[in-house]
């Protein structure tokens, strides 16, 4: 006992070595993913410790953006683990990629009940109810759900095979019966009789005309073309020798029919696939909880996708996961859902810097040729690679064409022009890629690559009409958002690379929940960049472009209205589907008049606001009309020298409390009854910063 324990503590250390130093190499591969490491060693570690203890699989699921490294992150941790050659990989997303039954029986006949890792890629294509809620046919998709519940699973081989050798041993019986005999598995008589029968028979590759037989060789009563069928189906009637025909040479013709008998009947025979020692790894893409995964903007912060994708939790994916699969399935793939982040722009920075290290030590290790990076170049790959929502496949590629595309060229350009150099610096001007040749510290050659930079282009500032135009309405958006909801925009575009954008402007407002008092503040924001564009170049020049402003101030208008009962009735209103029996119809129209007289109210608010600070206006406008883009500082600059009566310490930094907590801490504290509190005290307090302690 004694010594088994000690063998025990030192598999334990060595594992545990193995699974610390697994971590430390992942963390360092794969940038801006430490928590989610941990979250999967620690999920991996009672698996890979006690496999023996486990009853069932441990299951582990996965969800995040495209490309950020959720199946890669799988396979290196089986490799470093040494278990690359026990992981064994299903991939739902390919279209007729459904023999996953044949695949797990594969698995089985040489792992059952050991350690494995499973790894279901795509899950989210395994859907079993499809967008309306109806059931949705998926093949093999019971057995699926079995093996993450139990790991086991009854099967039974495939129809052909049993039905195969059915019609071999009736053909085998007929021909005893009509005089072949058999002996150490060799026709020895009725050889003409065999061949009649057997002569267009699929278990031989032989001519069909039985004259054409050699008459002079064998003929094994069981065709030796199922030998192979035999052995892979039955493997444990040839153990230890593993030779069939070794076997079936020792056997007459009833010997023979009884022994295909009992492999017949044991191929027939359900059986049990035993996983229940693996742990699976469900892999999917859940865009219904990632909402920004529809956004392909490269100039939106990836550090704004990256705090958004922090704030997605358990409830949210389980809830979303209600949309494709049934509640009992939800529950086979347990509680343990490790929700991987966007990438923030240190880590896309940092998974550049990587990966330029990577090609430079290549070419060093086998050209002897040193590369060197300018920031401009670090610069260039993030503004052209980095779309936030799809992960680091853009950067990839863009590094492929940026850079290792350049390094035949500089490999040809050193043997045709014989240059001596020993480092070559990559630089970008704004315009093109520079290859500078050194020797030592000496500049012996540049060349330039001319390939265009698409994003690069589009973001170049154009100083022309179009450009003032989109600064006066972002500008308008702006002025509105800083004045009316006391939030300064982190960032507002004139120009940008989107294809399904002129100009944005992106702004988070401080506080979660919108209260009946700002509803109109909130529709001037929509409306402001309209406003903005009259005030600025006349009512006959406005343009268009503002129709996604107007639609989102109609949708807005009417869901306070419709849906979270902020008019004069608390109500839920569906004016399009009468028949509904869980909504009152507005017959009257009362709502839509009192959402017309809101978007009327809410311009008027808008005009008032930009007229009054028309100077701020006009100053951010100009800064936009030269500029791509304004950043937060710089706005928070012209707000504090420009805006009117507006002091800059009305600016909301923390949303958190701002009124309603401490207003309940204050009628607890007094023990008074709720009272109603004027539109002129919330506004005050809402939209003032309070330095008082959280009661």
């Not at 859907?127 to 079995?146: A, C």
């Amino acid at each position: 006992m004694a010594t088994q324990n000690k063998t025990t503590r030192t598999q334990l250390h060595k594992k545990h070595r193995i699974l610390q130093q697994a971590a430390k190499v992942l963390k360092k591969e794969f940038i801006g993913l430490d928590n989610v490491i941990e979250e999967i060693i620690g999920s991996v570690s009672p698996w890979y410790f006690f496999p023996q203890l486990q009853e069932n699989p441990v299951v582990v699921n996965l969800w995040g953006l495209t490309g950020v490294g959720k199946t890669s992150l799988i396979n290196r941790l089986s490799e470093l683990i040494h278990f690359e050659d026990k992981t064994y990989y299903f991939n739902f997303g390919e279209k007729f990629n459904y023999n996953i039954h044949d695949q797990i029986e594969d698995i089985n006949k040489s792992v059952n009940a050991s350690p494995v890792i499973m790894v279901f890629d795509e899950f989210q294509n395994a859907r079993s109810l499809s967008g309306d809620g109806t059931e949705k046919e998926f093949p093999s998709g019971q057995m699926i759900w079995q093996l993450l519940d139990s790991g086991k699973f009854p099967t039974l081989n495939l129809p052909y095979y049993a039905s195969m050798l059915n019609q071999l041993l009736i053909q085998l019986r007929f021909v005893v019966a009509q005089g072949v005999k058999v002996q150490n598995g060799v026709v020895v008589s009725g050889r003409d009789i065999y061949i009649k029968y057997f002569s267009h028979n699929r278990f031989y590759e032989r001519p069909s005309d039985p004259k054409s037989w050699d008459q002079t060789q064998k003929i094994w009563f069981i065709p030796t073309e199922v030998h192979h069928i035999l052995l892979d189906e039955a493997p444990e009637f040839f153990f230890p020798t593993y030779n069939v025909t070794e076997k079936l040479n020792q056997l007459n013709a009833k010997e023979s029919i009884e022994f295909l008998e009992c492999i017949h009947k044991h191929i027939i025979r359900p059986k049990t696939v035993d996983c229940s020692k693996a742990i699976i790894f469900n892999i999917g893409n859940l865009d219904e909880v990632y909402e920004m995964s529809s956004n392909f903007n490269p100039d939106i912060s990836a550090d704004e996708f990256h705090e958004q994708s922090l704030r997605i939790n358990v409830p949210q994916i389980k809830n979303e996961l209600r949309k494709r699969f049934r509640n009992e399935q939800i529950a086979r793939l347990g509680n343990n859902h490790i929700i991987y982040p966007a990438f923030s722009s240190s880590s896309f920075r940092q998974i550049i810097t990587m990966e330029l290290n990577k090609i430079a030590a290549q070419m060093f290790k086998t050209q002897n040729i040193k590369l060197s990076f300018d920031k401009s170049i670090h610069e260039l790959i993030y503004n052209e690679g980095v779309y936030p929502t799809q992960g680091t496949r853009p950067v990839f590629t863009t590094i492929h064409y940026t850079i290792k595309n350049n390094l035949a060229k500089i490999l040809t350009e050193i043997h045709l022009h014989n240059i001596p150099a020993s480092r070559v610096n990559f630089s970008f001007d704004g315009s093109h890629v520079y290859l500078s040749f050194f020797r030592n510290k000496k500049l012996l050659h540049i060349l330039y690559d001319n390939q265009e930079f698409n994003l690069t282009k589009l973001r170049r500032n154009k100083s022309d009409d179009m450009q003032a135009i989109i600064a006066v309405h972002e500008a308008g958006h702006a002025v509105i958002s800083a004045i009316l909801l006391h939030t300064i925009p982190e960032q507002v575009f004139s120009t940008t690379a989107s294809q399904d954008q002129s100009g944005f402007l992106y702004t988070k407002v401080k506080w979660d929940y919108i209260s009946r008092k700002e509803i109109l503040s909130r529709l001037a924001l929509f409306l402001g960049g309209l406003i903005a564009e009259k005030l600025v170049f006349g009512e006959e020049n406005i343009t268009t472009g503002a129709d996604d402003d107007i639609r989102r101030a109609t949708f807005f208008v009417n869901a306070m209205l419709k849906e979270h009962g902020m008019g004069k009735r608390m109500i839920a209103i569906n004016a399009n589907t009468v028949s509904t029996r869980h909504f009152l119809n507005d017959f009257d129209h009362q709502i839509e008049q009192q959402a017309r007289e809101w978007i009327d109210e809410a311009t008027q608010l808008a005009e008032q606001t930009l007229k009054k600070q028309q100077t701020l206006l006009l100053r951010i406008a100009g800064y936009l009309s030269n500029h791509s883009s304004i950043k937060k500082e710089k706005l928070r600059d012209l707000i504090k020298s420009h805006a009117v009566d507006f002091p800059i310490s009305q600016i909301i930094e923390d949303g958190s409390n701002l009124f309603y907590r401490r207003r309940l801490m204050e009628q607890i504290r007094s023990d008074a009854k709720p009272q109603s509190i004027s539109n002129a005290s919330c506004n005050l307090q809402l939209n003032h910063n309070h330095n008082k302690s959280n009661p």
